[in-house]
């Protein structure tokens, strides 16, 4: 189970983080943000390997940092000069083989 936190309503510009701890050890995991708009199919925002590699979607890519804590089996999403279309419901993912896990989601609006 994925619990995550960390979504509100921002102006443009301004900054959130989001959290999500899994109930599992995560830590041989994929770990990843996806989001998903209204009227637009889920899309991946960012993932981090459990080697640490760490991977972002060209529209976030200088504004947006995953990371992780593997001993609290958590990954983060820090996200900087938010925009209008970052608004979205963001998902915390957990992959390992054939085993994916999501999170409830959690919802970022971002206003003009």
Not at 20 to 30: G, I, L
Not at 77 to 96: F, I
Request: positive net charge; aromatic residues 10%; charged residues 15%.
């Amino acid at each position: 189970q994925l619990q995550a936190s960390g979504g509100g309503l921002v102006q443009a510009g301004e900054s959130l983080r989001l959290s999500c701890t899994a109930s599992r050890n995560t830590n041989a995991f994929f770990m990843a943000w996806y989001r998903q708009a209204p009227g637009q199919q889920r899309q991946m925002v960012a993932s981090i390997s459990p080697g640490g590699h760490l991977n972002y979607a060209d529209s976030v890519k200088g504004r947006f940092t995953i990371s992780r804590n593997n001993a609290r089996n958590s990954v983060y999403l820090e996200m900087n000069s938010l925009k209008p279309e970052d608004t979205a419901v963001y998902y915390c993912n957990t992959a390992r083989g054939s085993m994916m896990y999501w999170g409830q989601g959690t919802l970022v609006t971002v206003s003009s």
